[in-house]
């Protein structure tokens, strides 16, 4: 005999069936202060990042003046090259700006993906903060009277 009802848990012959929910220990009761342990995890985790992350700008930064002075030490000594040799400095310096750009770029990229860490763990630490606000006193209550009325409902015979 199965009872149609979603809610309800269904009785077949010898065997109770109810999955519950996939980790979830039973009997195991939690306040809502371990229950989001995680959420200072995540704020730890983000002081580090943010402070990574204004390290990593810093370097961007100065990646970014020195290509800009080498740049422009380039354009000087192109204009003002007499020689070949004086062109081939030039370059020379062209190139390593270049360089310095190329590696501004990267660190940027590094810098990047750390922010995107730490807006993806302040979402975690938002539905986090959202579930553990969304239970009430009452919801336990409201289980275990659950429990109860089903098992007096559908009391197996012996």
Do not use: C
């Not at 704020?43 to 990646?63: H, P």
């Not at 860490?117 to 209550?141: A, C, H, P, V």
Request: no cysteine.
């Amino acid at each position: 005999m199965r009872y149609e009802s979603s809610l309800v848990p269904y009785y077949q012959g010898d065997i109770l069936e109810h999955h519950g929910i996939k980790g979830m220990k039973w009997g195991i009761r939690r306040t809502p202060e371990q229950l989001g342990h995680k959420t200072e995890k995540l704020k730890k985790k983000n002081r580090v990042l943010e402070d990574r992350v204004s390290k990593i700008k810093v370097n961007a930064a100065k990646y970014g003046a020195k290509a800009a002075r080498l740049e422009q030490k380039s354009f000087v000594k192109e204009n003002t090259a007499t020689s070949d040799r004086a062109l081939a400095k030039s370059k020379k310096l062209r190139y390593k700006a270049n360089k310095f750009k190329i590696k501004e770029a990267s660190v940027n990229e590094a810098a990047a993906k750390a922010e995107r860490k730490i807006l993806k763990n302040e979402r975690l630490m938002k539905s986090y903060e959202m579930t553990i606000k969304g239970m009430q006193d009452g919801t336990i209550k409201q289980g275990e009277s659950f429990v109860e009325n089903f098992f007096m409902r559908y009391k197996v015979e012996e």
